[in-house]
């Protein structure tokens, strides 16, 4: 009960002894030790047993079994046209397999605009430059 209190008082007392980041209950400080500067990955996917340190994780991670688009994002790699589900995903694709450091996900190459997603930046050629360009022809 003292520490149901403690968490709504907004008093926090214990402090990480890595980073020094303030907790009001002395469990969460203990998971954060273990997960954030331990390395600690408490979640698994029951389907090929890779683990993460966070449950929303082992969600997202679950598109590459499930085959599902649930957050219907596309990233596309420029170079390959590979598709990835995830940002993460393709900035690591390219990182790893084009030696590709910076690399910006659906920016305009006509205006230098930058969007979310594919479809956005596909909407954008469509209604501002296609458009212009027709008018001019």
Not at 63 to 89: R, Y
Request: proline letters at 1%; aromatic letters at 8%.
């Amino acid at each position: 009960m003292e520490s149901h209190k403690r968490n709504h008082s907004g008093i926090k007392s214990f402090s990480c002894t890595v980073c020094h980041k303030l907790f009001s209950d002395k469990g969460n400080c203990r998971r954060h030790k273990e997960i954030v500067h331990d390395g600690l990955k408490p979640y698994q996917c029951n389907i090929c047993l890779k683990r993460f340190r966070w449950p929303n994780r082992v969600e997202e991670h679950m598109v590459v079994h499930t085959k599902e688009k649930k957050f219907n994002k596309h990233f596309e790699c420029i170079l390959c046209n590979k598709s990835f589900s995830w940002k993460k995903g393709l900035n690591r694709h390219v990182r790893q397999k084009h030696g590709v450091t910076v690399y910006n996900v659906n920016t305009c190459q006509r205006c230098g605009l930058t969007f979310h997603t594919k479809e956005g930046l596909d909407n954008h050629i469509e209604y501002s430059h296609r458009q212009k360009q027709s008018i001019v022809e």
